[in-house]
């Protein structure tokens, strides 16, 4: 039981965040442990990156720590897929990790001679260098085949890890809000500004008089006017925690992980402490409640081109097609939109600029309202699903996210758009940035689809030739 809590004063800079629901402790690693690193392996990958219609087969030396070794320090043991977060906002999805990868000296040349099996490395120095971003580090990997693109999993100055599921620290609810939030453990760190990723260290002290130090955030004033999207300022908010609710201070309130394994929240405003933070209440819960309307696709299979599958916990499914023809005339009434700004590395001769995108479509939420396996909003907020969005190319195929960021970050299914770009016009541009006016057209592609959302990065802010999304109810 803490019986005390004050500030150090000192602050963490944090390297990399290994969290997850397959982890039996999270682990922070600061930048302090990264650049006074021993033993280090050098190791040579082969890289093929054959997108943004451009070709590329290298061969580059990494310098730094197995990844299992991280993973063993953790408890987390052999996984998966492993997602990871960049501190550019880049994020990526590494699947079928326990496949064998390999590292191909005859790449350029096309050839298997001379393969040698290569496990990931967490790479501090690349061909001598200090990676990018350093002391955060690169991911790197193998190749499973010759024309496996690689490149694609490689991430530059990553921050966070995620083995698994997302660890779910506390959730921000209430009639006062756009839409309910679920915040995970590597997302804490990052709430004071995108580009930044440390925390404030705490000092609590328990009921025996000991004292330790805690990760912590000192909240700040644009979590509660951009992030959750409070819609009225007079509302109250209180903490809830496993003792009831609880006014605070927001002007001063911290939220830190309270427990050795860093997987349990607490919050405390200076005087008043929740050891045990399950959330947020902004204003009044939200009264359940479902659309008396169902509007599902009928499109025949074989006239489809884009789809909907509803997984049930026993893994019985349904499957819903529609057509654009039949999305512009059924659900006509659905069309809004809506505009997304990011950053593109491509950009401006791949020194990287802002691009806007004004979709026009539908919301990916309203979509999933009209189906009879969900029961409401609520359900799509509250862990009660995932979603995975599957694209005709298959590149952007990936682990199932919770389903509150579809609400949270404004997916759009996109027929049509306005696009342009800071730095000059770009290919696939219609507009210029300053024009006045939107001008719109068709989205072509492998479909006619792209799916948006309001993510900072274009990786995964995009998914260009958007066929289809996967619900799975928990």
């Known amino acids: 039981m803490i019986t005390n809590v004050c500030k150090t004063g000192r602050k963490l800079p944090i390297a990399l965040f290994i969290t997850g629901s397959l982890t039996k402790k999270n682990r922070i690693y600061s930048h302090e442990e990264f650049e006074s ?40 043991g052999s996984i998966d897929e492993i997602s990871i977060r960049s501190i550019d906002g880049f994020e990526s999805v590494v699947p079928e990790m326990r496949s064998r990868r390999y590292f191909f000296p005859g790449l350029s040349e096309g050839k298997e001679e001379g393969k040698e099996e290569r496990s990931p490395l967490i790479s501090f120095y690349k061909n001598g260098q200090p990676v990018k971003f350093y002391p955060h580090p690169t991911m790197m990997f193998g190749q499973q085949g010759l024309n496996e693109q690689n490149k694609d999993y490689f991430a530059k100055g990553m921050r966070s890890a995620v083995i698994g599921g997302r660890d779910r620290i506390f959730w921000v609810k209430g009639d006062a809000l756009a839409c309910n939030r679920y915040f995970s453990a590597d997302q804490l760190f990052g709430l004071v500004q995108d580009d930044i990723y440390e925390a404030e260290l705490l000092e609590i002290t328990d009921e025996h008089g000991e004292k330790r130090t805690v990760p912590a955030v000192k909240v700040p004033e644009r979590f509660w006017t951009e992030e959750i999207q409070i819609l009225d300022s007079e509302a109250p908010l209180r903490l809830q925690g496993t003792d009831g609710l609880k006014e605070f201070d927001r002007d001063n309130l911290y939220i830190f992980l309270g427990d050795e394994a860093l997987k349990c929240a607490g919050a405390w405003d200076g005087n008043v402490c929740v050891e045990m933070l399950e959330g947020i209440l902004a204003g009044e819960q939200k009264a359940a409640g479902k659309s008396s309307r169902l509007l599902m696709g009928e499109t025949p299979k074989e006239q489809s081109d884009f789809f909907i599958r509803v997984y049930q916990p026993d893994g019985e499914s349904a499957v819903y097609y529609y057509s654009l023809n039949e999305l512009m005339e059924r659900f006509d009434s659905l069309i809004t939109e809506d505009a997304f700004e990011y950053y593109n590395h491509n950009m401006d001769g791949g020194k990287g600029g802002i691009r806007k995108v004004t979709g026009r479509g539908w919301p990916v939420v309203k979509l999933l309202l009209g189906l009879p396996e969900i029961s409401g909003l609520e359900m799509i907020e509250d862990g009660s699903i995932t979603y995975r969005i599957f694209t005709k190319d298959t590149y952007k195929e990936k682990t199932a996210a919770d389903g509150d960021e579809l609400t949270a970050y404004a997916f759009m299914l996109a027929w049509e758009q306005d696009q342009r770009t800071m730095t000059g016009m770009e290919k696939g541009d219609t507009s210029k940035w300053n024009d006045k006016e939107l001008h719109f057209e068709n989205i072509n592609g492998n479909t006619p689809y792209r799916i948006y959302c309001k993510k900072t990065s274009a990786n995964p802010a995009v998914y260009k030739n958007a066929c289809g999304i996967e619900i799975q109810i928990i």
Do not use: W
């Open 37 to 76: 690193l021993q033993n280090m392996e050098k190791k040579m990958f082969s890289v093929y990156d054959n997108h943004e219609e451009s070709e590329s087969r290298k061969l580059e030396e990494g310098c730094g720590i197995p990844l299992q070794r991280f993973l063993d320090d953790t408890g987390a």
